[in-house]
């Protein structure tokens, strides 16, 4: 079935550490995006690609880094210099122009 | 900078209650709306997308109209059950390919 799968479900960090979240979509999108999700604050975009090697900052781009090597895969690093990682995130995609989303079921981050 | 306003905020009803949540933007030049669902710790699920030519999309129990010259879009549910209880997110999709996502209205059907 086509989809996309995000992993791990769950992930702890220690404080000063970077961690990198995986996203993987076999529905041959051309976007793909990372939202964060905290309570109250709804959905807010960290970073999107339109395209291979191509990616633009969202509104919150601050302590993270992604890349887009294939067209399938586009990993999240949540660096160090993030000051308040802990959050929940979602990878999306879809057809670039005018076509709906498709999203991941997300993977929790909780700094320990 | 376009911004997505979803009234109420929380909802609880009875089962077996039509009900309708509402979503307001303040651009109205879209390319579509979408209306997801969410259930807690987990993903999004995409419910309806209308595009920006269209006036309503209907799936099951569901119909979502869009009015573009207003900014606003309803998601009627008719004959709620108690397995309909979840977020329902309304995202606009503007210029470029970003999605602007409202906050979210929480609804609790009761048995």
């Given at each position: 079935d086509g989809g996309?799968?995000?992993?791990?479900?769950?992930?702890f960090r220690k404080e000063g550490q970077?961690?990198?979240?995986?996203?993987?979509?076999?529905?041959?999108?051309?976007a793909m995006y990372w939202y964060r999700q905290d309570p109250g604050q709804g959905l807010r975009l960290i970073?999107?690609?339109?395209?291979?090697?191509?990616?633009?900052?969202g509104d919150i781009a601050e302590g993270y880094s992604v890349s887009r090597e294939k067209k399938e895969s586009f990993p999240l690093t949540v660096t160090s210099a993030q000051k308040n990682p802990t959050a929940f995130y979602l990878c999306a995609s879809?057809?670039?122009g005018v076509d709906g989303y498709t999203f991941g079921s997300g993977t929790r981050l909780t700094v320990v | 900078k376009q911004e997505v306003?979803?009234?109420?905020?929380?909802?609880?009803?009875?089962?077996?209650?039509?009900?309708?949540l509402n979503c307001?933007?303040?651009?109205?030049?879209?390319?579509?709306?979408?209306w997801f669902r969410q259930d807690p710790g987990k993903?999004?699920?995409?419910?309806?997308?209308?595009?920006?030519?269209?006036?309503?999309?209907t799936s099951g129990r569901l119909n979502?109209?869009?009015?573009?010259?207003?900014?606003?879009?309803?998601?009627?549910?008719?004959?709620?059950?108690?397995?309909?209880?979840?977020?329902?997110?309304?995202?606009?999709?503007?210029?470029?390919?970003r999605l602007t996502f409202g906050e979210g209205t929480q609804l609790t059907v009761n048995p």
């Open positions: 996309i799968t995000q992993s791990p479900k769950y992930l970077n961690v990198t979240l995986s996203c993987e979509q076999n529905l041959n999108h051309d970073y999107y690609s339109q395209i291979v090697n191509d990616f633009q900052k879809s057809i670039s | 306003t979803q009234i109420p905020a929380a909802l609880s009803v009875p089962e077996g209650e039509n009900l309708v307001s933007f303040t651009d109205s030049a879209i390319y579509n709306l979408q993903g999004l699920t995409s419910l309806l997308l209308i595009q920006s030519s269209q006036r309503e999309q979502a109209s869009l009015d573009k010259s207003s900014g606003r879009s309803t998601l009627y549910i008719a004959a709620s059950q108690p397995g309909d209880s979840a977020t329902y997110l309304c995202a606009v999709r503007a210029s470029g390919s």
